[in-house]
């Protein structure tokens, strides 16, 4: 099973931006996404499609439906560029996403 | 808060055998709950899932990776460890040590991560 993500993602500051991951009938699955910062290990924004845990902004919120799953970050800031991740569980294994950098501008 | 440290040598030789711990702070290595993990990251690339295993024994792996991991949780200490045989140079990455929940469908999301232990393989 294979999660394909655009390999970057610009938004200009306080704009929206919106990180997709591709995926077979990945709207049947439970997505998760992580934030990686430079040299930082990854941090969970959003779980099971829609979620966020304790601590995370309202900014961050996701969805998922037929064969994409999407994370969406609002009033984009400074401080969200990063790498960005979806993980699923498909057929006893772990599948991450190739990541997408998100940049702002 | 549940508290992951990881640990272990910075540089392994290629042939030899990867030897990895992580100390559980904060909580229970014992909770039902839980499913203790690895996940990998060679240096500029992305996320790789190594297995992740439950205090009672189960086990899950990735196929490719299988016949050369072993995976142990020793409760008295709330730590648990991974073995990756016979490494080589494509070994090289940042091990993260995770906490991971699940759920009906299977393994779930991992929180929160140990800070990441850099591991060179190289002679």
């Known amino acids: 099973y294979e999660l394909t993500q655009s390999f970057s993602v610009s938004v200009a500051l306080g704009q929206t931006a919106r990180i997709t991951c591709g995926g077979n009938n990945i709207g049947s699955k439970n997505v998760h996404w992580y934030q990686q910062m430079p040299g930082q290990a990854p941090v969970l924004v959003i779980y099971r499609d829609n979620n966020r845990p304790s601590g995370i902004p309202e900014r961050f919120s996701g969805s998922n439906s037929g064969n994409t799953a999407t994370l969406t970050i609002s009033r984009a800031q400074a401080g969200d560029e990063a790498d960005y991740y979806c993980q699923v569980w498909d057929s006893s294994t772990v599948v991450f996403g190739g990541g997408t950098k998100l940049t702002v501008l | 808060q549940l508290q992951l440290q990881g640990s272990g040598p910075g540089l392994v030789k290629p042939s030899e055998t990867l030897s990895l711990t992580c100390n559980v702070s904060g909580g229970s290595i014992s909770s039902r709950n839980y499913y203790w993990g690895w996940i990998r990251q060679p240096p500029g690339k992305g996320l790789e899932w190594i297995g992740s295993i439950h205090y009672g024994g189960s086990t899950h792996q990735k196929p490719s990776l299988k016949s050369r991991i072993t995976m142990s949780v020793d409760t008295s200490i709330n730590q648990f460890s991974l073995k990756l045989t016979s490494v080589s140079v494509a070994d090289t990455a940042v091990y993260y040590c995770?906490?991971?929940?699940?759920?009906?469908?299977?393994?779930?999301?991992?929180?929160?991560w140990g800070q990441g232990t850099l591991v060179t393989v190289s002679s």
């Open positions: 995770v906490s991971g929940t699940y759920s009906v469908f299977g393994l779930d999301y991992f929180d929160p």
